[in-house]
């Protein structure tokens, strides 16, 4: 069989993009309520007020991964429905109930929570204290991450600390296009990036002393990266700008973590370099870590990696004279005009690229256990539910995870499509759509209905289970103009 028998076939959300509920219960506000209520911040000012409204139809996603076949489901806490104010003082038991009721009903359904502890969405009252820019903030995490392993961690075996913080930091707090909508460019990504990596390494140094004897589960924070590559293999400048490039997203975060316990020297070189160029005088824009902090070193027990595109790269024009990631980073990342784009502007679907990446991290970060922890591909515009081109993609990229196991070595336990249904896509609202289900936003029931896409992906899982998926996929000609 071409996946290990015990392989995990999944499907991810996010709280803020599918519960609604936002104010249900005594729930605490979130920095993305807060945002999505300011004007012109948001696609149409749409909000996730209600979104798929999952804290009342939580059954109905249930029937939903029932209908998928999934083995795992990857969901996240919101800390504010848990924690209104985002501390342990006050432990909203509603929010308790709720989850403690969506782990069993997965459980009694042979279905395994892969819980992420924060995706995206702040408490509100943490935010008005200074948020991830405060240092304050990873005591203040690593709190309500002991408390959710103290409450759920008898049934979740698996653990992701925190979703994508290339994207909370930069988007957040440099480009202000995410909550909490900050733009303060070239320093407050840095350190957001910097005191998020301290608390997931308190989160996981917690849970390695006090739960992990009893509860035997682990733990991880989920790094997104696309698979970039030279724009020319045979030009140095385009080879080192895709290396630079790579130390300022994958390794921002997998470096400190898999590598050396510090940021990687491509990076805080590029940083120190144009800082001396415009004559920054402030401290080093990318913190140190000093003796007071946890060890960040080997805070993972697998690689989570969250995957959608391919870039090729060259060097910037290295003309910018202010500070920001921009001009730190200096390249320019170029789409492959023959690269089918799906859906938004910047999804080209490279399946290829995926299985490159895969390589690269066995290779890079000492061959660790990986779970894909995100994939997906979205619509925009006119819904097709026979959205066949996406349900090809699904087959074509789930082969080259199983040629990165088979050919390449890679240890891959797990693949998460994204999405389980159709939600709030952050700052695009709900127009654009990654479901494997078609949720009707118009519909006061909201209904769930199976893409094709989604009929494919449960195939893939019933076929990979019986051996089938190998002779289907072998007739498909190779095509990857990746080099």
């Given at each position: 069989n071409m996946f290990p028998r015990d392989f995990a076939w999944g499907a991810g959300t996010a709280a803020y993009q599918i519960e609604g509920g936002s104010q249900a219960d005594l729930k605490g506000p979130s920095i993305w309520d807060t945002f999505c209520h300011e004007k012109g911040r948001v696609f149409e000012d749409q909000n996730g007020d209600v979104a798929c409204n999952s804290y009342e139809l939580w059954d109905k996603d249930l029937e939903c991964i029932h209908q998928?076949?999934?083995?795992?489901?990857?969901?996240?806490?919101?800390?504010?429905?848990?924690?209104?104010?985002?501390?342990?003082?006050?432990?909203?038991?509603?929010?308790?109930?709720?989850?403690?009721?969506?782990?069993?009903?997965?459980?009694?359904?042979?279905?395994?929570?892969?819980?992420?502890?924060?995706?995206?969405?702040?408490?509100?009252?943490?935010?008005?204290q200074g948020g991830w820019k405060s240092p304050i903030i990873a005591v203040l995490f690593d709190s309500y991450a002991k408390f959710c392993f103290q409450t759920f961690g008898d049934r979740v075996k698996l653990w992701i600390t925190i979703n994508e913080p290339y994207v909370c930091a930069k988007l957040g707090n440099e480009d202000g296009i995410h909550a909490p909508g900050i733009q303060e460019k070239g320093t407050a990504a840095y350190l957001v990036g910097h005191n998020m990596l301290r608390a997931h390494a308190m989160a996981w140094h917690s849970y390695d002393s006090v739960y992990r004897r009893e509860q035997k589960g682990e733990v991880s924070l989920a790094v997104n990266s696309?698979?970039?590559?030279?724009?020319?293999?045979?030009?140095?400048?385009?080879?080192?700008?895709?290396?630079?490039?790579?130390?300022?997203?994958?390794?921002?975060?997998?470096?400190?973590?898999?590598?050396?316990?510090?940021?990687?020297?491509?990076?805080?070189?590029?940083?120190?370099?144009?800082?001396?160029?415009?004559?920054?005088?402030?401290?080093?824009?990318?913190?140190?870590?000093?003796?007071?902090?946890?060890?960040?070193?080997?805070?993972?027990?697998?690689?989570?990696?969250?995957?959608?595109?391919?870039?090729?790269?060259?060097?910037?024009?290295?003309?910018?004279?202010?500070?920001?990631?921009?001009?730190?980073?200096?390249?320019?990342?170029?789409?492959?005009?023959?690269?089918p784009i799906c859906g938004v502007s910047w999804l080209a679907v490279m399946p290829c690229g995926l299985r490159k990446l895969l390589k690269y991290i066995k290779e890079t970060f000492n061959n660790p256990v990986v779970y894909v922890t995100e994939n997906g591909?979205?619509?925009?515009?006119?819904?097709?539910?026979?959205?066949?081109?996406?349900?090809?993609?699904?087959?074509?990229?789930?082969?080259?995870?199983?040629?990165?196991?088979?050919?390449?070595?890679?240890?891959?336990?797990?693949?998460?499509?994204?999405?389980?249904?159709?939600?709030?896509?952050?700052?695009?609202?709900?127009s654009v759509r990654f479901g494997l289900f078609h949720v009707d936003f118009s519909d006061p029931k909201l209904r769930r209905t199976m893409y094709r896409s989604g009929k494919e992906y449960s195939n893939i899982i019933a076929d990979t289970n019986n051996g089938a998926f190998l002779w289907q996929s072998k007739r498909k000609k190779e095509k990857c103009n990746l080099h």
């Open positions: 998928l076949g999934l083995t795992h489901y990857r969901l996240s806490f919101s800390w504010a429905r848990l924690l209104p104010d985002g501390t342990t003082r006050h432990v909203n038991q509603k929010g308790v109930k709720y989850y403690n009721k969506v782990i069993d009903d997965l459980l009694s359904s042979n279905v395994s929570p892969m819980v992420t502890l924060y995706h995206f969405d702040l408490p509100q009252a943490l935010q008005d696309d698979w970039l590559e030279p724009l020319r293999h045979d030009h140095e400048e385009d080879i080192a700008a895709t290396e630079r490039n790579r130390a300022f997203t994958l390794g921002w975060f997998a470096w400190p973590v898999f590598v050396t316990g510090d940021y990687p020297e491509i990076m805080r070189c590029a940083i120190e370099a144009q800082s001396i160029k415009v004559n920054y005088s402030g401290a080093s824009r990318l913190p140190r870590f000093t003796s007071d902090d946890p060890v960040i070193l080997g805070t993972a027990d697998f690689f989570a990696l969250n995957y959608y595109t391919s870039r090729k790269v060259k060097p910037g024009q290295g003309v910018e004279r202010n500070i920001c990631m921009k001009s730190d980073r200096n390249v320019e990342e170029v789409l492959d005009p023959s690269w591909f979205s619509q925009v515009g006119m819904l097709q539910m026979e959205d066949i081109q996406r349900a090809g993609y699904y087959k074509e990229t789930i082969l080259e995870v199983s040629k990165a196991i088979q050919e390449d070595g890679v240890d891959v336990r797990g693949y998460f499509a994204w999405s389980l249904m159709d939600n709030f896509e952050w700052a695009d609202g709900f």
